[in-house]
Each structure stands twice: as C-alpha cells, then as structure tokens.
C-alpha cells in the first residue's frame, strides 16, 4: 500500500514501490535457482527478466540487476528484517545504535576506516553511503561511483562484515551512543513532540505507538555490550537478510560477490519469531489535543484497519489503482474547495500501510487561523458527498486520462531511471511483504481495466476507504482551547451536509481560450556551440534561447524560462514582497483564467507551471515531454504576457505565511533557517522571512503593483535541454515566445548588483529559540568572494571547505560527540561580484558552544599554518568528482550550469573549466587560500540559545 499525493506520485510508486512483482530466472548458477523467484511467491503478475533473483543456501536472499544509470556505478542495499517494532521495552533504540556501531568498525576495518576507504573510492559520506532504521526494518546503502571489479569487491566485503561482525565492544559503544544522543538532542523539539504524541495516540494498544526509533534517553544509557550483542544475534541473521546490487556490472559478477561474502554466514541459535505487532483497538481516547506554541494548528484524523499480508496478484492491484483513483477524485476537490477560499488552507487523504501494524486512511488539514472546526467540517463535507454520491463519468474520465499520463511519462522514464531508486524498491517491496513490476507490465493491467472505472466501483471504493475498525482524530494548536477535547470529539463525530459544490465543473476550456499572443516571431541569429552540440538562438522580438536535444532522457524535456534580473530587479530595500512570488505566481491564473480552470485545461498531459526566484531572473520551470512541448511553451508565454491578479492566491499564502512563522522558532535549526541567509546578507531585506505584521499589510492590489512590472520588464531566456526535435523547437518558440511584445529594458542598479557580508563583531550576534533548552546552535562564516570570472577560486573553496567539513565529522562528531550534523559550506555567488563565504556550523548544547567556536578556530588555523596530506585532499576531491560525472549524464546537471549562457558567455567558458578546477587542486593552493580567507579578525559569529534562562538577549533581526 502506498501514499498517493497526486496520480504522478501515484505511478511512480505503482512501479517502484511494491506493486507488481518482477523477477527473472537465475542467470548463474549461484545459490539455489527458484522455480518461482521468491519475491513473487503468490503473485500471478508477469516476471522482468531485468532482474535476478536467488537465495544462498543459508537463506540470504538476494536481486542482482544490470542497469547503467549512470555509467560505472552499482548501489548496494543490505536489508535486515530487525527494527524498531522488534526491540524488546528495554530494548528501544538499539536497532538504531547497531546501525550506527556497524558503520564505526566491523570485522574487515578498524574504526572509522570504512568511510576514508569509501571516500577514496569517490564515495560521498552521508549521500552514498549511509543507512536507515525504521520500525521494521534496518537498510545499509552504498552507491559506488567509478565501480571497478576490484572496488567493489572490496566495498561488498565491507558491509559484509558490517552486518556480520560489528565492533560491538564497550569503546565503540560509549563513543557511538554519545553521537546518537546528541542525534537525539537534535532532532527533538515541536516537531519531534508532535510525531510523538501523534504516533502514540493513532496506535493506542499497539507496539507501534510506544516505539521511536531512536529510543529513549533512558535506554540507550543503560544499553551494554553484551545486550546489544544478544539483539545482533537474535535478528541478524541469514533469513532476515535481503542483498539488493543494480548498477553497471554484470549481474552473474555481482551474484558472485554475495555468494563470496554471505555465503558462509550462519546465525546464532534457532531463529526467533517476530513478536506481534497487533491490530488497531478501539480500546483507549478517540482524541488528543497538544498544545505546542511553535506549530500551527493541525488536525489529523486517522481511520485505521488490520494490516494483513496480502497474496499481491493482478486483481489486488487492480483495487490499489481503483482506490488511488477514488482518492484523487477527493483530493482535486478538497484542493478546489481551498483554491476558492475554504476555511483551510491544505487538506490531503491518504491510503497507507503503516509499518505492518495498520491499513490506514489518513486525512491531514491546515485550517486559516484558529477555525479548525470549521475546517474540519469543510473538510468531512466533502467526504461526505464523495461517500453518498458516485463520481461522474466526467470526473472519472478526468483521473483515468491523468493517471494514463503518468504511467506513460514511468514507461519512457524507465530506461533512464538510476540504478540506486530500482534498488531501494525491491527493498521497500520486501519491507510491506508485497512486489514490484516492470512499467510495461503496470500499464499493460491498466489499460486492461480501463471498463472496470465505473461510478458504482468508485463509490464502494470511496466507501471503503473510510469504514474503519478505529478512528482517532488529533488536534495541535498553538494556544490553550476551552473545552478542547469535547469540541474534538464533535467535530470528529457531528453530522455533516455532503457538499457537492466542489466537485469539478464539466465544461473544461481548451487551449483556444486563452488570451491572444501576437504575430509569431521570426529567428533571427543562429549558432551552435560545436563542443557541446548545442543551439543559441535569438528571435525578433529580442527573446533568445539556448537548445540542447539530446536522448539522455527519452522522451522528457527541461525547460526552464528566465526573465527579469530576479533578487537584482528591485533594490535591498524594496524587496519585501519577493518572498511571496512563489506562493502565488504559479496559483493566481493567466488573464480571467483561474489556477483550477488551468489544470482541467492541461489535464492528463505533462504541461507545469512552477515558478522562483534566483540570484539574476525570475524563473517558469517544467519538466514537459515532446508532444506537449509547443502548448508549454505557449502557457508560459501566456503567463508571461497575461498574468492572471487573482485575490484568492494572495490571501491563501498570507494565511499561509502567518501560520508557519511561529514554527521557525521551534528549534536552533528553524530559527536558521529564517534568519541565517538574511543575516549573511548583511540583513538585506531581499532575503529576510516577512513577519506576521509585514504579511498582513499586503492585498492584492499591493502584490500587483509589485509583481506586475516584474512580469513585463527585463530579457527572456528560454533553455530547452532534452528529447525534442530542434526544427520543431524553433517552430514553437516563435509561436509562443516570438509572438510575445517587445519587454522594456529593465536597469538593474548598483545597490540592488551589491550583496554584502556583515561587519565582523567582538561577540557573536545572538538569537534565541523556544525549543529544547539543552539545544544550540552556532555559525561562524568567513567572507570570500563572487562573480563568474571567479569561479575556480569558488570551486577551490568547495575543496577546502570539504576538507573542514570531514574533520568536523571525524573530530567534533566521531570522536568528541559534540555535535551530530557539524557541516561546512562554501558559497561563491556567481551573480554577484562578492558576498560569498565559508561557513562552518553545528548544532550543540549551550554549554559547548564557545568549545565548537574554538574548534574551528583550530582547524582553520591548522590549514593556514600546515598544508593538507595528500590523501586528505584525495579524499575531498574524488567524491565531488565523481559527482559531477554522474550529475552529468542528465539534463539538469547541464541546465543548471548554463543559467544566463545566452547572455553571459563566461557561462559556457565556466562550465569548460569544471572538472579541472577540482583535479588541478593542490595543497600548496588550498594553504594559500586559508590563508587569504581564514581571517580571525574578520571572522562573523552566530549563536541560536534556547529562551529558558538567557537572560536578556537582544534579537538580532
């Protein structure tokens, strides 16, 4: 079962997620062949032969594939049936702790080995090695770039001994246990608080509800040796594991590497059942309400039903996508109801299997202000309708014409998609006891049922959905309610009138009806960049483009639109109401024409509209696919030269920005993320987080006259990277872009051209949040430099700042404990001439906060004074290597490179520099740049400190 936000997300997990099953007869001798391959036991749906699968004698299971996404690669997924669920009350969090011992030291490597090993192999600690525990499962995942036969077969040796032998000593254990309880201290607060109470209250009676991940405080102090030991044996084991390898090897190369390295594993004494998950109980309260000051007021309401395993054969999945069907039909109208001024702001069903412990429908709403009654009327209102009443064939046809669409853009996708997603879905496919399928199989069922869609099966489905053993409704606000639990229960359980209002109207505009573009426009300047094979263009209106057709990605096309100069097109202090561009430019229409009416218009074909804001344009960006290309164009044109001024928009994102702000001051972390890009702007108010009195200043007539010179002044850049004919491209654009008027110049000033660092100070700047009072942040940045011409010097710096970033880790996290995420960032804007930065931060308790500042002080000063070993600067230099190498076989990677190219050729000259920049790195480079930037003196320091016991505290902003 699986979570459908819309029928795109739908697809995507219809293929990936455990939905059909694919198989393949063994192609090597290794293990034991299995007539029926085991992932498909009780399954009817057709096998892949993309994929091998086989079991060793002891019980490994394994799934070997060939696929060459990108190229040289293979990714590694060990799975192990043991998480959170499986841990005994005295026991929580030690699934967790034994993921991290695991990653410390094993059998093969000492501590902290594995990962230099892995780095020098052009691993990136974090993003290609990592793992995750959940509550029924422990996942060890590796993506090996550059993959030889000799390194990965090292790397397979590795986490072998990883997940056989761990270094589950007292040492190992006292230093891994401090970095997971300050992991702990990390992620608590509102939001952990919220999970929390949520989990505990939806699963009252179950395993489920009492079982965080991570554990307790309590029970990881009193974790030994021994007992972590005695849990690695009971569920580590042959039978509980699952090896998944998909990359660019041979897949009887890469069944041979498991048979070498599980083959002769054997568990420790008789394997042992899993304990019970049990089923939802009516037992216990039908509501909660937590009052937490830091979030918005939510309900979410649960109806929850046994989970059963379930034989996934072709009419299963038939429901599955009669169900995602039914879903959508509510979601669409539960997003128009909110389009047109609702008492909320979002609401969202969803049909999920939680952790082998509920088949659930869940249903989330974010009510406008403190109406969550109301909205949650609103809301069962309109599930009410969709419970009495069938859909119409209209709005059936509507779904089925969008979900065909998607599984069309999953079957040309497929052939690209990377080796590392189609391993984790075999991995998540074993999680839920269920399969997965080869596109052509998913679309091949679909379009068998397409008769099967009818109103009456709709309706039962809908039904279905929310008849429930239990349903539990919680309510978070931010302030006390009077008789809260009482006025909870009612809106959980009042009658309601089905409100048919919001279902979608049938009569849906064609492309004919929007506003008119001029005369097409004419191609007037052509030339092709010979190395990279592509095309800049400019049409008579001044409009220029960039093309780049390529098979990269069949069937898909990039197309991204600049206009205007972005944060340069309005001074610093004018650039209040930036922030709210990309709320409401993608949702307030084109002309008359409303956001809804626009998606009934595009519906069912790969037409986006999403919009933002970069250092040097305001940005359109879709991802389209060649038939739809010249009306995705034509939209944008439209949205470019018609905007559309809709009220309903404006008010939605004020209400929207009002009910979050108090959330950024949940924790050190959130309290960053408001104010921490301002202030390293030298508070330019371009970047500041608008507060609830600025937001409430603005209507709509504010946001047009803001908006609305933006939208007709400044050049258009349109790039188009992907799989599309060039004679057909041109042709379009001077139908859409070409057809546009002439745009007025647009001047962008010396002030609005300028970023700025802040003034060093002798004391850190400080903020404060209303989180946890043992949690702390602190920044200290250095100023560097910006502009294209510097860009080597940018890369350069990402170098160095790499090299900090590991002694961070393996330093201040491994070995002192001090902190879980330390992390340092280079920034080099190339759209500005300054305002770049080094910036090393942590988060931290209080009392360490001048211990981490010291840190950094000593590492900065230990790399101006001494330069890098050369395996530390391997180390830092071959993953960012290897990540630009596989970032490059897909258009992105590309795009994102040539932003401005057609305008700014040092673009192109940048690009030619890339890979260069980062091998030509020396340490005698990277002292030389310490020290030019490592100033002490002009050093910028900030603390986040929790409120409790501060004292007065000046807030910075």
């Known amino acids: 079962m699986r979570t459908f936000s819309n029928a795109l997300a739908f697809a995507a997990l219809l293929l990936s997620t455990p939905a059909f099953a694919q198989a393949a007869p063994a192609a090597t001798k290794v293990g034991k062949p299995a007539k029926q391959p085991w992932l498909y036991e009780g399954s009817d749906v057709p096998v892949d032969d993309t994929w091998t699968f086989g079991v060793l004698p002891n019980g490994v299971r394994y799934a070997v594939k060939k696929n060459d996404v990108p190229a040289g690669q293979v990714s590694i997924r060990v799975r192990i049936d043991a998480g959170a669920l499986h841990e005994n009350n005295d026991e929580q969090g030690f699934a967790h702790l034994i993921e991290h011992l695991s990653f410390r030291g094993s059998t093969f490597v000492p501590d902290g080995e594995a990962k230099r090993i892995w780095q020098r192999f052009g691993v990136t600690f974090g993003s290609d090695s990592n793992a995750q525990t959940t509550p029924t499962q422990t996942v060890y995942k590796l993506d090996l770039p550059n993959a030889t036969p000799e390194k990965l077969d090292e790397s397979v040796k590795i986490i072998s001994g990883m997940i056989r032998n761990p270094r589950i000593s007292p040492t190992a254990l006292n230093a891994e246990r401090a970095i997971v309880l300050a992991e702990l201290r990390e992620n608590s607060g509102a939001q952990m608080i919220y999970s929390d109470a949520l989990r505990q209250h939806a699963f009252q009676g179950q395993r489920l509800a009492n079982r965080s991940t991570i554990g307790t405080p309590e029970t990881l102090q009193a974790s030994d040796a021994i007992r972590l030991s005695a849990f690695h044996d009971r569920w580590y084991r042959p039978e509980n594991a699952v090896v998944v390898m998909a990359g660019d090897m041979e897949p009887a190369q890469l069944a041979n590497l498991v048979q070498k390295y599980f083959n002769d594993w054997k568990g420790v004494g008789p394997r042992a059942p899993e304990p019970p998950f049990g089923d939802p109980s009516p037992q216990g309260t039908p509501v909660r309400v937590l009052i937490e000051p830091t979030l918005p007021t939510t309900v979410s309401i649960a109806y929850l039903r046994p989970w059963r395993k379930v034989n996934d054969t072709i009419a299963y999945n038939e429901q599955l996508l009669v169900d995602a069907l039914a879903l959508q039909i509510v979601n669409r109208r539960l997003e128009v109801q909110a389009r047109n001024g609702g008492n909320y702001l979002f609401a969202q069903i969803a049909q999920e299997d939680i952790s082998r412990t509920a088949d659930a429908t869940l249903v989330s709403l974010t009510p406008i202000g403190d109406k969550w009654e109301a909205a949650t009327r609103d809301v069962r209102a309109i599930i009410a309708d969709a419970t009495t009443t069938a859909p119409s064939v209209a709005d059936i046809d509507r779904e089925k014409t969008l979900f065909g669409n998607a599984l069309r853009t999953m079957l040309d996708s497929y052939p690209f998609e990377a080796a590392a ?17 080869a596109p052509k199989t998913v679309v091949q069922v679909y379009e068998g049922m397409k008769n099967k869609f009818t109103p009456q099966r709709l309706l039962a489905s809908t039904q279905n959905l929310f008849i429930a053993d239990v349903t539990r409704l919680m309510l978070s606000s931010p302030s006390s309610i009077p008789n809260a639990d009482n006025r909870a229960l009612a809106a959980l359980n009042a009658s309601v009138t089905a409100n048919k209002t919001a279902r979608l109207s049938e009569n849906t505009l064609g492309f004919a009806a929007l506003p008119k573009l001029g005369a097409p426009g004419k191609l007037v300047t052509e030339d092709i960049v010979s190395r990279l094979q592509m095309t800049r263009l400019e049409l008579s209106n001044g409009v220029r483009a960039l093309l780049y057709p390529n098979k990269a990605e069949s069937g898909q096309i990039r197309v991204l639109v600049r206009f205007g100069y972005g944060y340069q097109a309005v001074d610093p202090d004018q650039g209040g109401l930036l922030w709210a561009g990309p709320l409401v430019m993608p949702e307030n229409g084109i002309g008359k024409i409303k956001r809804t009416e626009i998606d009934q218009m595009v519906n069912g074909r790969r037409i986006e509209l999403n919009f933002s804001v970069d250092n040097s344009a305001f940005q359109f960006g879709a991802n389209t696919r060649p038939d739809d290309l010249a009306d995705q164009l034509t939209l944008i044109a439209t949205k470019l030269e018609h905007p559309g001024w809709d009220a309903a928009p404006v008010e939605r994102a004020k209400a929207l920005a009002t009910s979050g702000y108090a959330s950024y001051e949940m924790s050190a972390t959130s309290v960053l993320q408001r104010d921490l890009e301002y202030l390293l702007r030298n508070k330019d108010a371009r970047w500041k987080a608008a507060t609830p009195a600025e937001v ?262």
Not at 421 to 437: H, P
Not at 892 to 904: M, V
């Open 421 to 437: 997603k189609q391993a984790d879905d075999i991995v998540n496919a074993v999680d839920i006891r269920e399969t997965v399928a």
């Open 696 to 957: 409430a200043n603005i209507d709509a007539a504010k946001f047009e006259s803001f908006w609305k010179p933006l939208m007709s002044q400044g050049p258009i850049e349109v790039m188009l990277f992907g799989d599309f004919d060039k004679a057909a491209a041109v042709s379009a654009l001077e139908k859409s872009f070409g057809a546009m008027a002439p745009r007025a110049a647009l001047t962008v000033s010396a002030a609005a051209r300028d970023m700025h660092f802040p003034a060093p100070s002798s004391t850190p700047v400080r903020l404060t949040h209303r989180g946890a009072s043992d949690q702390a942040a602190a920044v200290v940045a250095w100023p560097t430099g910006g502009g294209i011409n510097g860009i080597s010097e940018g890369r350069q710096l990402e170098t160095l700042a790499a090299i900090f970033r590991d002694r961070l880790f393996e330093k201040f996290r491994a070995e002192q404990a001090a902190s879980y995420s330390p992390d340092m960032a280079a920034n080099w804007p190339v759209d500005f001439d300054s305002g770049g930065y080094l910036m090393a931060y942590a988060q931290v308790k209080p009392a360490d906060v001048e211990r981490f500042f010291a840190f950094a002080d000593a590492v900065a000063e230990d790399l101006i004074a001494y330069p890098v070993s050369a395996d530390e600067l391997q180390r830092a230099v071959e993953p960012t290597k290897q990540a630009i190498e596989r970032a490059a076989s897909g258009n992105t990677f590309w795009l994102n490179q040539l932003k401005g190219a057609t305008y700014d050729p040092e673009r192109f000259v940048a690009l030619g520099k890339l890979y260069s920049d980062y091998n030509s790195v020396t340490p005698a480079i990277l002292q030389t740049l310490a020290k030019r930037y490592f100033v002490k003196d002009k050093a910028w320091k900030l603390v986040v400190a929790p409120q409790q016991g501060l004292g007065s505290v000046t807030d910075a902003r």
